[in-house]
């Protein structure tokens, strides 16, 4: 059975099909993407709307590219230009934009929940770009593509996700997913960014050593101090670094053919250190940009069509 | 005027017994057997009659947002919810801080005559936490207590020197319980079901930290201290601790409290954003638990109308809230039906504490020389909540659009129908 819903929300919406299919499409689409003439019919005359609520380089990027690729319209507003600003409701901006008949919403938004509000609420297709401390699942699919890739199967992996894990929507989507496909998943980070992480259901590591140690995959993530206020903050970035951070001299521990993922943007020499981060036999962060392009395309490719029927 | 209530089975805290009630005017003049002549009849044959329910905890949202409700809609609201006699929180804009005010709240409930509105004066001036109000003045416009609920008072010299000033003219405290230097931006219950959300989460020890202190102040100062809408498990050991210990404390619970947990959050529905939040399912055990075992006083509502505008948008940005006065008798009789209390603990929990509380000495009872406030229940009585039979403003329930079971099908203050359930004949 195929991925058969409008909207992409949540990577605990997928089976284990669903995320091969998706990977499968996104295979030909890289294909494609490495052509003279990057370019599908697919999205001819449909409007795809970037609506981001909240600040975004790289996710937006990699949407109108892949939205742009696929021949459609593609127009992007974000917070600083929308009428959120002069007050107006999530809802009625999203209605407002859909009479002018579009078709498919790619949505990020800071509040958790924002996607499926909007989804349940609109005909058109949403597209969950990050929605608050809750998911991106098109981050942890692009993630997974990139460790099949490397792998070429997800069979007997060991994924280690370190860092803010509280407040991380890459490691939420990334768990249920590869929950799904059997990954074993370990998180580690801050005592204070891991309380109640126990509710996943992964393996919980008491340090470093243990975090980086056995995995085939870590996956580092960025402090999110813009979603810790209140929260009183971590003592020094100096502190982090040592005690939650990955150097060339942590990877000691790793094992050999092991590599390194980041959703990006890299605070160097916080959580990641150059030496690993620019270490292109370990590091793929630029691997997961330039996958990113093909699974939201592959994406687009699926929720349109099963808007349509077709 | 004569009114005959007959047929019904009046349930008092001490006692049922099947009877007929014959009402003069605005006063219960006679319990009987017999069937007095009267003017007016009204058969109760199968079903409940109560003493009118008092909710000690409600907002009006008048003055100041009377698009979300007023006094008017707030009054018929709780009359078709059983209620005869509401407390409404002092949260209004302007904040009621003084005598002017609550003599204006009172007097525009008088002129509809619903129900008896009793207002929480503010404990410090317009709810900004520092200087405390003249409450003597206002206790004799009309305050039967003062709190600055929605907030709490974080400053502890504040919170004493309210409790003795209040205690001075007779009077009490009440506080919504939160340590706001643990608030961290919450918006549900911390904790495994807002790890999964990715919402913040306020932990249940801001709860317990501020019913802590709060019982420590009320042993220093001698003060009487009641806690709002409680909803930890934690915060009711402490609240027992504090009784045995003969500290001038009492508490209430909302149904919402006793009836759901946090996993109603799962599709961020914003009719169940509330505070203090729907916490787990062992903290809803332990509310039926304290209810059963006495270290509960009082259920109370908490009605917190909101506009649809509001409230339907993003979770983090929905104010908390849930109306509960129409929703007060279907969740309570749950606790009934599904062996929790009795019928008499109910009337007990839902009329005569909140009567002592606020020492009203006509009411609370159904009694010959009483008050005619009386609420006819039909327990069995199923239903739907829709919009037709809310009367409140807003729509934030997140029972709107259910079935119930049980209902107030009339409601009588003072000798004086003023609520009957469309289309049931008792």
Redo the contacts between chains.
Sequence with gaps: MAYSKKDLISTKDLTTEDIYQILNLAKDYKNLNLQNEKKSPLLKGVTVVNSFFENSTRTRTSFEIAAKRLSSDAINFTASNSSTNKGE???DTIKNIESMQTDIFIMR??????A??VASRTPSCVINAG?????HPTQALLDLFTIHEKFGSFNNLTVSIIGDI?HS?VA?SNIYAMQTLGIKVKLFGPPQMM??????GCEICKDMDEAVSGSDAIIMLRIQLERS???TPFPSIREYCRYFGLSKTRMQKAKENVIILHPGPINRGVELNSDVADDPRISTILSQVENGVAVRMAILDIVYKNLKGL | MKTLIKNGTIINANESKKANILIQDDKIISITTDEPSADIVIDANGKLVMPGLIDIHVHFRDPGFEYKDDIITGSQTAVAGGVTACCPMANTNPVNDNATITRDMIEKAKKRGLIDLMPIGAITKGMKGGGITEMGEMSEAGCVAFSDDGLPVSSSDVMRAALEYSAFHGSFIINHSQDCSL???GHMN???????????GMPREQEEIMISRDMLLAKLTGGHIHIAHVSSAWSLKLIETAKKEGINITCEVCPHHFTFDESELE??DTNYKMSPPLRTKADVEAMRDGLKNGVIDIICTDHAPHHN?EK??????APFGILGLQTLIPLTLNLVRDGVISLNKMVELTSLNPAKLLKLNDRGVIAEGYLADITIVDPDFEYLYDEKLNKSKSQNSPLLGKKLKGAAIKTIKSGRLVYDFPNVVA
């Design positions: 409701t999530l809802i938004h800071s509040s958790s929940g924002a499926q509000f929605d608050g401390c809750n998911e509280a929507r939420r309380q109640y992480t126990k509710v996943f206020d209140d929260e | 608030c961290r931006n911390e904790g495994l079901m807002s790890m999964k959300l990715g919402i913040k599709n961020y505008d339907q948008r993003e979770f983090d940005k």
